[in-house]
């Protein structure tokens, strides 16, 4: 009878101890990186403004881009800026048009917008303001369209 249950037990313990490792196999699993997948189907569509602000959104418009100004963000879903472009070398090569320009004002669109600081003329200032921009996705009031 010895026998019997000594070989019962082993037979129980040599099941068990496989299992017992798959198990924590599993569980490592559980434990590690977490990743989250990120999609979405934006919805919406149409626009949305009040005061001087406006927002369009287009119904299942990929996660457009991230758009910040002043102390404002959005952050995917809406059409970034406004004419919707990026500034980029048709830009550059319009501000180039007016370097070192002066005189600027209301009348001549602040020398076609590359005044954009609206001082007065198209200096290092201009610049630094048009290099701020560069590759990044037009303001909602780009002037260099």
């Given at each position: 009878m010895k026998r019997r249950n000594n070989k019962l037990i082993s037979v129980?313990?040599?099941?068990?101890?496989?299992?017992?490792?798959?198990m924590l196999l599993f569980s490592l699993e559980v434990f590690g990186d977490?990743?989250?997948?990120?999609?979405?189907?934006?919805?919406?569509?149409?626009?949305?403004?009040?005061?001087?602000y406006?927002?369009?959104?287009?119904?299942?418009?990929?996660?457009?881009a991230y758009s910040a100004g002043g102390q404002y963000e959005v952050l995917g879903g809406f059409w970034p800026g406004g004419p919707?472009?990026?500034?980029?070398?048709?830009?550059?090569?319009?501000?180039?048009d007016y370097w070192l320009s002066s005189g600027c004002d209301a009348d001549?669109?602040?020398?076609g917008?590359?005044?954009?600081?609206q001082m007065?003329?198209?200096?290092?200032?201009?610049?630094?303001?048009?290099?701020?921009e560069w590759l990044y996705w037009c303001p909602y009031d780009w002037p260099l369209k």
């Open positions: 129980k313990v040599g099941k068990t101890i496989p299992l017992i490792l798959f977490y990743e989250i997948v990120w999609s979405t189907i934006d919805g919406g569509g149409g626009v949305s403004s009040g005061g001087e406006i927002v369009t959104g287009t119904i299942g418009q990929a996660d457009a919707l472009c990026t500034v980029e070398f048709g830009h550059y090569a319009r501000f180039a001549n669109e602040w020398c917008g590359a005044d954009l600081d007065g003329d198209v200096d290092g200032l201009d610049l630094g303001l048009f290099v701020e």
